[in-house]
């Protein structure tokens, strides 16, 4: 197998910024979807789910839970009236 060199930690000033100063940047404008699992899920936000279901977790730029859905229809049919840059998480 390939060695992979160490990762160097390089400094970003993106993670230094205020709430305020992310706001100014449009972070209020952007939200991320990520498909999780009911067992991730509980461990951050109560939740009453199976472990082992598909959920559809909307978060705002700051990292904040704006939804917890049950498909990706529903994400969909949320985010229609709103204006919103998205970005999927994998």
Known sequence: MQERPEQETTYNPLRELTPAQFMALGGNAVVFIRPIKGEKLVKFL?????????????????????????????????????????????
């Open 46 to 90: 109560p939740a009453d789910v199976g472990s082992d279901e598909d959920l559809q977790l909307v978060m705002s730029g700051d990292g904040s839970p704006l939804l917890v859905a049950d498909s990706e229809a529903a994400v969909v049919e949320w985010l229609a009236d709103k204006n919103f840059g998205v970005v999927a998480l994998h």
